[in-house]
C-alpha cells in the first residue's frame, strides 16, 4: 500500500477562518508573541496566557474543517496509507475524519502539567483551562502547545514518518520555521514531493518539489479526487 505523508501547516487552517500569529487582525493582533507565546510569558502571567488560548480554543471550536482537511480523510478511506504532520495546534483533521495524525507543536484541546510534560489531560466539550486547574500533583495546568524556546514535540517520531513516504505533500506551510521546515528533507531523493501553497513557486526553491499554486481547499481535493479515480499517484497532467 502506497504511503502518503502530509506536513500541513497554518496556511490550511487559515482556509478555515483561523488567524495566524503573522495576521495583523484576529486574535493574534492585540498580543506579542513574547507575552502569550514563550514560557518567559506563561511565567510573568499565565492567566493572561490561559485567557488567550482559551479564546483560540473558541475561536477553533466556532470553524469547521475545510475541503482540504475533508479530502486527506477521504484519501485515507479510500484504501491509501496516509500520515498527517501538522504544525498546527487545531483539531480539524481529526474532526474531518483523519485517523493518523502527529501534532509537532501540540494539542490545544489537551492540558498539560506545567511541571511535568508528560501529564496530559483532554479537554472535553466546551471545558477550557483555568488559573487554579491543577494536575494530579498539585501543579498549575497549561496548554498542551509547544511555544517558542521550547523542543518540538515528537520530532523524531516525525522524520520516521517522512523518511518512509512513496508520496510527500506539503500545504500551507512557508517552509521556514525550523526544525518542522527540515522535515522534507527526510523523504528519500525517489520519493515524489507536491508543495501547495499560493506561494509555492518560491517553496519549492531546492526541495526536488512540484509547486502547485494557489489555495490548499481548491487543489488538494483536485489532487485527491485524481489519486482516487485514476487509483494510482501520481501528477494530473495540467501539473506536470
Not at 471545558?127 to 509547544?146: A, F, N, S, T, W
Request: hydrophobic content about 40%.
Amino acid at each position: 500500500m502506497p504511503h502518503v505523508v502530509v506536513l500541513t501547516g497554518a496556511g490550511i487552517s487559515a482556509e478555515s477562518g483561523i488567524s495566524t500569529f503573522r495576521d495583523s487582525q484576529g486574535l493574534w493582533a492585540d498580543h506579542r508573541i513574547e507575552d502569550v507565546a514563550t514560557p518567559e510569558g506563561w511565567e510573568r502571567d499565565p492567566e493572561r496566557v490561559l485567557a488567550f488560548y482559551n479564546a483560540r480554543r473558541d475561536e477553533i471550536r466556532a470553524a469547521e474543517p475545510n475541503a482540504a482537511h475533508h479530502a486527506l480523510a477521504r484519501l485515507e478511506e479510500s484504501g491509501v496509507r496516509v500520515s498527517i504532520i501538522t504544525q498546527n495546534i487545531d483539531n480539524f483533521h481529526e474532526r474531518a475524519g483523519s485517523r493518523d495524525v502527529l501534532h509537532l507543536h501540540g494539542d490545544i484541546f489537551k492540558a498539560r502539567s506545567s511541571v511535568d510534560s508528560k501529564m496530559l489531560y483532554r479537554l472535553r466539550g466546551d471545558e477550557d483551562i483555568e488559573l487554579g486547574d491543577q494536575c494530579d500533583k498539585g501543579y498549575q495546568l497549561r496548554p498542551h502547545v509547544v511555544w517558542f524556546g521550547e523542543p518540538v514535540l515528537l520530532y523524531d517520531t516525525a522524520c520516521h514518518i517522512m523518511a518512509d513516504a512513496d508520496w510527500v505533500l506539503v500545504v500551507g506551510t512557508s517552509l521556514k520555521v525550523m526544525p518542522a521546515a527540515a522535515l522534507i528533507d527526510e523523504a528519500s531523493d525517489i520519493t515524489s514531493k507536491v508543495v501547495i501553497d499560493p506561494n509555492a513557486d518560491a517553496l519549492v526553491k531546492g526541495t526536488g518539489a512540484t509547486p502547485i499554486v494557489g489555495p490548499a481547499a481548491t487543489h488538494v481535493p483536485e489532487l485527491v479526487d485524481h489519486w482516487i479515480d485514476s487509483k494510482r499517484l501520481s501528477l494530473p497532467s495540467r501539473y506536470q
